[in-house]
């Protein structure tokens, strides 16, 4: 009974090409996140949703575009992906202003 | 200036040791504050909220000084199975929202 679930776990593609990420929480949370992990392990917010809104869009490209089909689901939708996309991208839930609970994560790698 | 800064490491020390980490927060306004921890490849967990008053968790104690935006985490009697990265995380602060902050995270690794 996997709290917050993400596929793929790993995704190797080439430049320019379109790819999505799906994640699922089965917490009840009302706000959704993805986070960025870049190689020196920095980890960085890209976007929250609260109860399918966007409350928080930190300045990242916009090929980079969220989509939350319902509380349960945040999507992530990454257009013309560019090398320095490759990173760990993590999805997070939470009841807002209380900790948030993390996804394994998935490994973008783009050659 | 970082939102968050701690100290990377890394941290090297032996078995049943203590340890201490320490990290700055530049948001006066920020009202949350936890220690996550993250493993290598994995996702980050959280380890403790810290609270004004400071708190305990076994071997883990966790305080806060918002006069001086400092947050820290005390380790006793140190386990191999506490090696990990560290995360200082703070929030932004803001009404209705839960924008965290992560530090770069101090690496710890516990010697036999």
């Known amino acids: 009974d996997t709290a917050v679930s993400q596929t793929p776990k790993y995704l190797v593609t080439q430049m320019g090409n379109d790819k999505s990420i799906k994640c699922e929480q089965n917490?009840?949370?009302?706000?959704m996140y993805w986070y960025k992990q870049d190689s020196k392990k920095f980890l960085k917010i890209m976007f929250s949703?609260?109860?399918?809104?966007?409350?928080i869009n930190e300045t990242v490209p916009n090929r980079f575009s969220p989509k939350s089909p319902d509380k349960a689901h945040l999507n992530l939708h990454i257009n013309s992906l560019e090398l320095g996309d490759s990173a760990v991208y993590f999805c997070?839930?939470?009841?807002?202003?209380?900790?948030?609970?993390f996804g394994p994560g998935t490994r973008l790698t783009v050659t | 200036r970082k939102e968050v800064e701690q100290d990377p490491g890394p941290f090297n020390v032996p078995e049943g040791a203590t340890v201490a980490f320490n990290c700055t927060y530049s948001?006066?306004?920020?009202?949350?504050f936890f220690w996550y921890r993250q493993d290598c490849r994995k996702e980050p967990k959280l380890l403790m909220s810290?609270?004004?008053s400071g708190n305990e968790d076994g071997r883990f104690t966790a305080q806060l000084n918002r006069a001086s935006q400092y947050i820290s985490l005390l380790i006793r009697d140190s386990k191999l199975s506490d090696s990990a990265t560290y995360l200082c995380v703070v929030n932004s602060g803001q009404t209705g929202a839960n924008n965290l902050f992560f530090g770069t995270g101090t690496r710890l690794t516990v010697i036999p």
């Open positions: 948001n006066s306004a920020s009202q949350s």
């Open positions: 917490l009840g949370h009302d706000t």
């Open positions: 949703y609260n109860n399918k809104e966007l409350i």
């Open positions: 810290v609270y004004s």
């Open positions: 997070a839930s939470s009841q807002v202003e209380h900790e948030q609970y």
